[in-house]
């Protein structure tokens, strides 16, 4: 919406990571001014006559629920401000890890006790990092990385350290999972305007096409 003066216009930009509301002025070379803080999101402005600024600011809680498949209440181990996505339980059932959004706009896996308890920081890349699942062994995870660049899938270790390639970086690679002897990796690979399933030995190998 235009300012009352007309020489800027107030708009909804999410380019500090959190969606505010931010002044431009329309003045070549001007830069833009942040209006509103906070995790958001700000949208639907409106100005009135005298300047005073009216919006919308949708403050949601995010959960994350374990539910007794043999009846009983869910139990709330986690809320959170931003998502949280693509619960995985690990191998032996005590622990969950989880893709959470943070304040800046980037995602990253964190686990947490499946009985409840504090939730740990897994990873601290610089591009958003989802989707998770646990090596058969539980003694690492997989994910991968989701961004502008191509997608790689990452393993590190379930206490935590630097993350590495499981596959050539060239590939736009999603969704990663181990099979049950660890020993093949089922993955996503987009090619231009498509995306396949592949299976590729963990050990090196070439990857190949299960899905046309």
Do not use: C
């Amino acid at each position: 919406v235009f300012t009352r003066d007309g020489r800027g216009v107030v708009h909804v930009s999410n380019r500090a990571g959190a969606t505010n509301l931010w002044l431009m002025p329309l003045q070549a070379g001007s830069a833009a001014v942040r209006l509103t803080s906070g995790p958001g999101p700000d949208t639907g402005p409106s100005l009135a006559q005298d300047g005073t600024l009216a919006f919308l600011s949708a403050r949601t809680r995010n959960a994350l629920l374990v539910y007794p498949l043999a009846g009983g209440d869910a139990r709330t181990l986690v809320t959170h401000a931003a998502p949280l996505w693509a619960p995985r339980f690990s191998p032996d059932g005590s622990e969950l890890a989880f893709s959470r959004m943070e304040a800046d706009g980037l995602w990253h896996i964190w686990t947490l006790p499946a009985e409840g308890g504090a939730p740990r920081q897994l990873t601290a890349g610089k591009v958003p990092e989802i989707y998770p699942s646990y090596a058969p062994d539980g003694s690492s995870l997989l994910f991968f990385t989701w961004g502008r660049e191509p997608s790689r899938v990452l393993r590190v270790a379930r206490a935590g350290g630097v993350p590495g390639p499981v596959l050539p970086e060239a590939l736009n690679l999603s969704y990663p999972d181990l099979s049950p002897d660890g020993l093949r990796l089922v993955v996503s690979v987009s090619e231009r305007d498509r995306v396949r399933v592949h299976v590729a030995p963990v050990a090196g190998g070439p990857l190949r096409p299960l899905t046309e």
